[in-house]
């Protein structure tokens, strides 16, 4: 049986491992630390309840990314205040997230949302089909 402990320390080598594989860097004021993160990735609205249906997923430009957080650019305003954001490749991990905050910023000439989002809890990956699965 995996515990807890177990489970931490697989998402945090995880997060690690994606940061390193894809080149992250960068510095932050928060108590994580960030780095910049400019791949897609896909992300979808969350009810808090039932996991989005796979159709409702669409892939957006990560920011930055750290153990406690990411940041996404979209061309609107979030829809709802949590998202579930599929990080790495398939199968992907599943992560439940609260949008802290969103402001405003250019990117590549358009003007962009830019939300910052505290990761709330794993999922599991996609394979998984509901949010009990959570391991």
Known sequence: MVTQA???AAF???VY???HQQGGTGDDRRGSRRHDFGFMQLIAPYDGRRLPGEQQFAPFPLHD???GGFSYYAPFPPSSPLVI???GKAPYKLLSAEVCHTSRKKLQGQLQYLMGCRFLKRIGTSADTSCSDEP
Request: no cysteine.
């Open 12 to 14: 945090y080598e995880m």
């Open 6 to 8: 177990q489970s931490d």
């Open 17 to 19: 491992s994606l940061l």
């Open 65 to 67: 990314l750290s153990a």
């Open 85 to 87: 954001v599929a990080l």
